[in-house]
């Protein structure tokens, strides 16, 4: 089974400022034979199911704000909010979606500094 | 719009045996992988299942395998997960989820969930 770690686990940010989470994966995630990246990373907010942000570890979903940024290949990827906004406050989970069981990362809070 | 509506969940002792449901309107169904996903109280989230557009693959998390099912139902655009010989450690929010319009299988609409509590 894929392995996702996250790191941090927690993090605080001045509103204005970047904010960058890392996520890593056991083994890689990248699919030679259409070189996409099997990674999305998700937002959840309190009492809120996650919302997917990006996909394909890069790729933003319609109506995701574009202080939204996934990088990264094969196994190191993050996900990188230019200008942190309030209501951007949320633990953010990265998914491997490679390989069945589906795994996610542990998630990272991430609060205002 | 597109819609997912959990039911089912509830307070099951353990041993017991539930089984969820999710309503689904807003696109057309028997076109999409489904999942399942849930989320114990304050951790993290854990995929649990999922299931083809046809209903004939599905896959499970070794932590459920053999104990829970995944079905669906395309006519009545439902989605199932029967849940047996639960656990304390089942306890939590399960979400239905279905597949990103253009993101392979990740997962661009969810549910609001359901709340399953397995207690004595």
């Known amino acids: 089974d894929i392995v996702m770690t996250q790191s941090p686990d927690s993090l605080a940010v001045s509103l204005g400022e970047r904010a960058t989470i890392n996520c890593k994966s056991s083994q890689s995630v990248l699919y030679s034979s259409n070189n996409k990246n099997y990674l999305a990373w998700y937002q959840q907010k309190p009492g809120q199911p996650p919302k997917l942000l990006i996909y394909?570890?890069?790729t933003r979903e319609s109506g995701v704000p574009d202080r939204f940024s996934g990088g990264g290949s094969g196994t190191d990827f993050t996900l990188t909010i230019s200008s942190l906004q309030a209501e951007d406050v949320a633990v953010y989970y990265c998914q491997q979606y490679y390989n069945t069981p589906y795994s996610f990362g542990q998630g990272t809070k991430l609060e205002i500094k | 719009e597109v819609q997912l509506v959990e039911s089912g969940g509830g307070l099951v002792q353990p041993g017991g045996s539930l089984r969820l449901s999710c309503a689904a309107s807003g696109f057309t169904f028997s076109n999409y992988w489904m999942h399942w996903v849930r989320q114990a109280p304050g951790k993290g989230l854990v995929w649990v299942s999922h299931i083809s557009s046809d209903g004939t693959t599905t896959n499970y998390a070794d932590s459920v395998k053999g104990r829970f099912t995944i079905s669906r139902d395309n006519a009545k655009n439902t989605l199932y997960l029967q849940m047996n010989s639960l656990r304390a450690e089942d306890t939590g929010v399960y979400y239905c989820?279905?597949?990103?319009?253009?993101?392979?299988?990740?997962?661009?609409?969810w549910g609001q969930g359901t709340l399953v509590t397995v207690s004595s």
């Open positions: 394909w570890a890069s």
């Open positions: 989820a279905r597949v990103a319009m253009h993101g392979g299988n990740s997962l661009g609409y």
